[in-house]
């Protein structure tokens, strides 16, 4: 593997060379819909990306380069939202940034499965559809969450495909979002592609493949965590996950992660590991969240874990800024 030395693109810049998505301007008007009805109900909003993002080597794209993850970490976490009675209470709802056909709130219970869900189904003796006992109990408690969700519209599904889908995406979400201030929280469990091939640079046509093997100059995608935190959603409470494979690097990538980005909390994880163990590491502090193998054996999910924990700190964020809001005009008064 050989790392040219290709120049770093701004994020600015990024957007300025590259065509939104056709899908941006429908999806940016449900966004403002949603925000505009939860932000009357008084509920909180979670953007949860979720899923890997696709590197295209061609304009007409027949080839790319994608990634392992099928979205099981943001497709769990976005459920529990609603999960959990003091949630419920505290009003969250979901904007889903997932990646197309990967893992989804709830029917993620019954895809991508090496058990066919069609199993879990029979015909009774006049035809009837009828679902095997032994499931039916969790697909009944599944299917009440959902319409639940549905009902209340709670939930918006934003779907993309590509790096470049993605980027545009969260940073219309975080405009939109952003607006809810401290009571929007951004959840960014998708595995992002740290390289790609830009719009310029790409070939139309499909790489032949008549002309030998092929060599690939791939530059950085640029890292929007930074404009996110500083910019687009300046006030609301930014959690991003750092997935490794080394042990060894993981906490100090996450701190250095902090550092340069300026946000609340990085969850670290390792590949191996990732639905057993994470680290929540912010400026002061680092906590170990588990499972046990007994858990995990029980099917128990690490998210179950996870998210109570976000939301507390995010409860605990709301009201340290409610409290500087309100000490603010006094301090002022004091100054003048
Ligand atoms: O989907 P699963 O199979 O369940 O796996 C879950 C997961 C391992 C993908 C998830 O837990 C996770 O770790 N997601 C983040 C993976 C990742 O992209 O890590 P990173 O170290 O490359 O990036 C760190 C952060 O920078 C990410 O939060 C990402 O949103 C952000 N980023 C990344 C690339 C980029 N160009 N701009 C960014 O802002």
New binding site residues.
């Given amino acids: 593997m050989s790392r040219p030395h290709t120049p770093l693109i701004e994020p600015d810049e990024y957007f300025r060379t590259h065509a939104a998505p056709e899908e941006l301007a429908v999806n940016e008007k449900a966004m403002e819909l949603f925000v505009a009805k939860h932000r009357a109900a008084g509920r909180r909003i979670a953007v949860v990306?979720?899923?890997?993002t696709t590197v295209p080597l061609e304009n007409q794209t027949v080839r790319f380069i994608d990634?392992?993850?099928?979205?099981?970490?943001?497709?769990?976490s976005a459920e529990y939202p609603f999960y959990h009675t003091y949630f419920l209470e505290l009003g969250y709802a979901v904007i889903f940034l997932h990646r197309q056909f990967?893992?989804q709130p709830y029917s993620r219970h019954y895809t991508h499965s090496k058990n066919c869900f069609l199993d879990y189904m029979g015909l009774g003796p006049d035809g009837q559809l009828t679902v095997d006992s032994q499931y039916s109990q969790k697909m009944k408690e599944v299917l009440t969450k959902y319409h639940k969700a549905k009902q209340e519209e709670t939930l918006l599904m934003i779907s993309f495909v590509t790096?470049t889908d993605y980027?545009f995406h969260?940073r219309s979400a975080a405009f939109i979002v952003g607006s809810m201030g401290e009571k929007a929280l951004f959840y960014?469990?998708?595995?992002?592609?740290?390289f790609f091939i830009p719009a310029e640079k790409m070939v139309e046509h499909k790489i032949q493949s008549d002309g030998g093997g092929l060599t690939l100059t791939m530059e950085?995608?640029?890292?929007?965590?930074?404009p996110?935190v500083t910019k687009w959603a300046s006030q609301s409470f930014i959690?991003?996950?750092?997935?490794?494979t080394d042990p060894e690097i993981l906490t100090t990538?996450a701190r250095r992660?902090l550092n340069r980005?300026g946000h609340k909390v990085?969850?670290?994880?390792l590949?191996t590991t990732?639905?057993q163990i994470?680290w929540f590491i912010t400026n002061d502090t680092e906590e170990t969240v588990t499972l046990t193998n007994e858990q995990l054996a029980q099917g128990v999910e690490i998210e179950s874990k996870i998210v109570p924990n976000l939301i507390e700190r995010h409860t605990a964020f709301i009201e340290s800024s409610g409290r500087l809001l309100s000490v603010s005009p006094k301090q002022t008064n004091l100054g003048v």
Avoid: H, M
């Fill in positions: 990306t979720s899923g890997g990634n392992f993850s099928a979205g099981t970490r943001g497709a769990t990967s893992l790096v980027l969260l960014l469990a998708a595995a992002v592609s740290d950085q995608v640029p890292k929007v965590l930074k996110l959690i991003s996950f750092k997935l490794e990538k992660a980005y990085v969850i670290g994880n590949l990732r639905k994470v």
